[in-house]
């Protein structure tokens, strides 16, 4: 018997995942935000008929990019807001390591797609922000605010904060990566990290550093490793 009328194929989800996929490697090329709908399924190997079955348009295309990705952040989102804390400066410096891993691993390709899409065509703009940056900015902000219950930052407003700690670092990795930053003028990752934490705690700081919360040792969100010291003016892709 055949499905009923408008039910979805069981594979329905996995074949889309796989589309995104597909697509998300051409996006991520050099005239990748340009593509038109004809050369996102030729990227995915589907007709474009088949294309528009999954995604209804381009833009739809490119939202279920920037959806998949916020879906795959949320578990890393909610470590950073939750996680337990190590003392303020080891906690914010763990912070930027665990950014600097989710871009090397992936989320650094998706900034930059929504960036340049969301420049391009006024729907895609607040589907990146709500899918991708403010999700993390929100998460940031979370964590800061405990830092202030814990008196090692000042009061004000964790939104501001938030975008004096995160700004420059994905500036830093747009240049260095998406841009060609590394070839044209590359930067000391770990140096860049160590000024800025200490920058902000000069702007933000109270000079008190409160005992580390129970568990955050071996929590990644909680402070992570120690940053994985590069040559200097190395930035791993």
Known sequence: ??????????????????????????????????????????????SVATLRHYFGSREGVVSAVLSHWHERGQRYMLEVATGPLLP????????LFYLDLGFRAGVGEVHAIGIACGL???TLGPKYLS???????ESVEARLARHVARGELRAGDVRHMALALVSPPLLVFLHQH??????????????????????FLRAYGTG????????AEASFGGGGPPPRKRPRGQHDA
């Open 1 to 46: 018997m055949g499905r009923p009328a408008g039910s979805r194929n069981p594979d329905f989800e996995a074949t889309r995942a796989s589309l995104v996929a597909s697509v998300q490697k051409r996006l991520s090329e050099p005239d990748g935000p340009r593509a038109s709908f004809r050369e996102m399924a030729a990227a995915a190997g589907v």
């Open 88 to 95: 303020v400066r080891a906690s914010l410096r763990g912070f």
């Open 120 to 122: 391009r065509e006024p």
């Open 131 to 137: 899918e991708v940056l403010d999700p993390t900015l």
């Open 178 to 199: 998406p841009l060609g930053g590394t070839k044209a003028r590359p930067l000391d990752w770990d140096k860049f990290a160590d000024e800025h934490i200490e920058a």
């Open 208 to 215: 008190h550093e409160a005992p580390a919360e129970p568990g």
